[in-house]
Every structure is written in C-alpha cells, then in structure tokens.
Nanobody
C-alpha cells in the first residue's frame, strides 16, 4: 500500500486548501482513512478520519467546523477540505490508512498501518 498526500501549499489566513490522498485500501471494508499533522517542534496530532464502513467522520476539536474529510469513492481518494485556515494550522499533513478494526478510536495513530510522506501546509498571517 502506498499513500501520497498532495495539495499542500502556502495560503493566507482565512483561505482554503484541499488535500487529497489516494485510498489504496478501498477494497477493504474495515478500518479508516485519517489525516494527521505535525508542526515544527510538536508531536504529530490527529486531524480527521473517516471510516470505510459507514463513512463515519471524526474531527479534532481544533478543526471542527472548519475542516471536512470528504471521500470520492469513484476516484478512490480521501480529501481534507480546509477552510478558514489559521497560522496555527501550519504543519506537515500526513494521510494514513488503517485496514483493520483495532479499538475503533481513529484518533490514535496506532489504528493505522500505512502512512504517506506528507505535504506541507503553510498559513501566513
């Protein structure tokens, strides 16, 4: 399984970006696709996730109401639509794929077996 996130870049505060990740495991019925981010000097943190079964979504409190995680089943991609971006959203964003059900807590990176290389998002003030 290879994952590649794309769509990052530089945007002004208040702007929008859309990240995309190819879901190579879309033939699996369990698990989820997730987005995480890591800012300089900080630990990697959960951003959003969507389950393969049922399309249930989860969001970090810091992005709730601003980010969504739409899935394009026809293209096999999972996107991260980021609106009302803030300077504190600046980070490298990683997509992750989980193929199995573990604990069902998709905010944990232990739920994901595969990780993409990341894409840089920079929000200027």
């Amino acid at each position: 399984v290879q994952l590649q996130a794309s769509g990052g870049g530089l945007v002004q505060a208040g702007g929008s970006l859309r990240l995309s990740c190819v879901d190579s495991g879309r033939t699996f019925s369990d698990g989820a696709m997730g987005w995480f981010r890591q800012a300089p000097g900080k630990e990697r943190e959960f951003v959003a996730a969507i389950t393969r079964s049922g399309g249930r979504t989860y969001y970090a409190d810091s992005v709730k109401g601003r980010f969504t995680i739409p899935r394009d089943a026809a293209k096999g991609t999972v996107n991260l639509q980021m609106n009302s971006l803030k300077p504190e959203d600046t980070a490298i964003y990683y997509c992750a794929a989980g193929m199995k059900y573990y604990s069902g807590n998709y905010r944990l990176d232990s739920e994901y077996e595969y990780w993409g290389q990341g894409t840089q998002v920079t929000v200027s003030s």
